[in-house]
């Protein structure tokens, strides 16, 4: 029987890792702090007008840099949200879905589930979602 | 105390290979296409075959005046190149390399962590396209975000499948749940991993968000100097942890035809760099795709696939238990 402080630290062990991670996070930062800073000692500083000025071809730039622009993809969008919090499910259920006790239930729920994602991308499909024009 | 050091010396393992593996790439990588278009490569830096090229290469940048366009987002400008660099720091802590505790650090959702931070890094492309007021840099930025959605999707469900396979996240639990015969198993999956991978790093044969001949190089036009090396540097700690990644979850990692125990990590680094092979090899043979290719194929082939490879997985799995 697990008693409740065991559960407890069971927890805390399952976190410690990540402890690790923040520490090698810290270990980047300072790394990349320490680069810039030395990149900042090392190289000369001397802005002019032009250099200064947006690249975008060497002629002078006409208007706004963020310039309007159709985004062709936003149904791809749409669709990649939809598909990927889908997805998502799939990873704890990966875990069990083949322990004992589950078996050939599960493995049907699976097909259910993945119909319903192909459906979903037939019928995007022949909505003509994925052309692009 | 012994505990602080054992995680001093694992921090400091992956911080080493951080640097040095994507260097080695790099250099490799010259003289990989250099040989297979008939030429030589760097020769000079150094002296033998110009292997001090990147050194060289990194001195320049360092000595070069970091310019940021007066009409910039500065901020998020100048902070571009750590998003995109650091998530690949990140994700080699829980690379296992060894049998054991050969592993930065045990962590138990693994796969779901490592998806997680990989996402992270292509942020830093899209604040560079954003901050960098440009029409091309927006351009690249969009279609970095576009890439990224289509390929994500893929990727994840490939990852997915191998998890089902295993029964764990954790990436030291599918090594060591990993039989040989995973290889043929799982090897739609895994080049469907692969081939996403390759998508969501920006490599030719899909490296349209920085195709030079149309938006001159894309979300990175206005970087100079030490922040454009960062970037550079980005990309190839890009290929070796997507390389690696799919060396463990599809390939056995360590697992080899023979001594598992003392060549573990020999294994592993070998089949990571014959992939990276794969990866240099594709960009001198590939053409670039089109953007709609490349959606089209995400979503028309790769995609199918991997629920396909997935069906497979469950199905077999379950008959096998």
Redesign the interface.
């Known amino acids: 029987m697990r008693t409740a402080s065991a559960d407890v630290r069971l927890a805390a062990d399952?976190f410690d890792?990540?402890a690790?991670?923040g520490?090698?996070?810290v270990?980047?930062?300072l790394?990349?702090a320490v680069?810039?800073v030395?990149?900042?000692l090392?190289?000369?500083?001397?802005?002019t007008?032009e250099?200064?000025?947006?690249?975008?071809?060497g002629v002078d730039?006409v208007g706004?840099?963020?310039?309007h622009?159709q985004?062709r993809?936003y149904v791809?969008?749409f669709?990649?949200v939809i598909?990927?919090v889908d997805?998502?499910f799939?990873?704890p259920w990966?875990?069990?879905?083949?322990?004992?006790g589950f078996?050939?239930a599960?493995?049907v729920e699976?097909?259910i589930f993945?119909g319903f994602?192909?459906v979903g991308?037939l019928y995007?499909?022949k909505k003509g979602v994925?052309e692009?024009? | 105390m012994s505990d602080i050091l054992d995680?001093a010396v694992?921090?400091a393992a992956?911080?080493v290979a951080f640097l040095v593996l994507p260097l080695v790439l790099g250099q490799t990588e010259h003289k990989v296409m250099a040989h297979m278009q008939g030429r030589l490569g760097p020769m000079y830096a150094g002296g033998f075959h110009g292997w001090a090229q990147l050194m060289a290469d990194a001195v320049k940048f360092?000595?070069?005046?970091?310019?940021?366009?007066?009409?910039?987002d500065r901020r998020i400008f100048?902070l571009a190149p750590?998003v995109a660099?650091?998530p690949y720091?990140?994700v080699l802590?829980?690379i296992p390399i060894g049998p054991g505790n050969a592993v930065?650090?045990?962590?138990?959702?693994g796969?779901?962590?490592v998806l997680a931070v990989l996402g992270i890094g292509v942020l830093g492309s899209l604040m560079a396209g954003?901050a960098?007021?440009?029409?091309?840099?927006?351009?690249g930025g969009?279609r970095t975000a576009?890439q990224l959605?289509?390929y994500?999707?893929p990727m994840?469900?490939a990852a997915?499948s191998v998890?089902?396979a295993a029964?764990?996240?954790s990436l030291p639990g599918i090594l060591e749940a990993f039989h040989w015969w995973w290889v043929p198993w799982q090897i739609v999956g895994g080049l469907v991993f692969f081939t996403a991978g390759l998508a969501e790093l920006q490599r030719p044969p899909f490296d349209m968000p920085v195709a030079d001949s149309e938006i001159?190089f894309g979300a990175y036009?206005?970087y100079t100097?030490?922040r454009f090396a960062?970037f550079l540097l980005a990309e190839f700690a890009g290929i070796v942890v997507l390389c690696a990644l799919t060396t463990v979850l599809f390939l056995g990692g360590w697992h080899g035809p023979f001594g598992a125990d003392g060549l573990g990590p020999v294994w592993t680094l070998l089949k990571t760099a014959l992939l990276a092979f794969v990866v240099i090899w594709l960009r001198v043979s590939y053409p670039r795709l089109r953007?709609?290719q490349l959606?089209?194929l995400a979503?028309?082939v790769l995609?199918?696939l991997a629920?396909a490879q997935?069906?497979l997985t469950?199905?077999v799995?379950?008959v096998i238990?």
């Open positions: 399952y890792g990540y690790t991670v520490l090698l996070a270990v980047g930062v790394f990349i680069a810039f030395a990149g900042r090392l190289r000369p500083v001397v802005p007008p250099k200064l000025l947006t690249y975008e071809c730039p706004e840099g963020w310039a622009t985004v993809y791809y969008a669709l990649y598909f990927a997805s998502i799939l990873f990966a875990t069990v879905f083949a322990a004992p078996g050939g599960t493995l699976m097909f993945l994602l192909a991308l995007a499909w994925l692009w024009t | 995680v694992r921090l992956v911080f360092a000595q070069k005046e970091d310019i940021v366009p007066a009409g910039a100048q750590a660099l650091l720091l990140l802590v829980v930065g650090e045990f962590i138990d959702a796969i779901f962590f954003w960098s007021a440009n029409k091309f840099s927006l351009l969009l576009a959605m289509a994500e999707l994840l469900l997915a998890a089902m029964g764990t996240l001159i036009t206005e100097g030490l960062l953007e709609d959606q089209k979503w028309t995609i199918p629920l997935i069906a469950g199905v799995k379950v238990q």
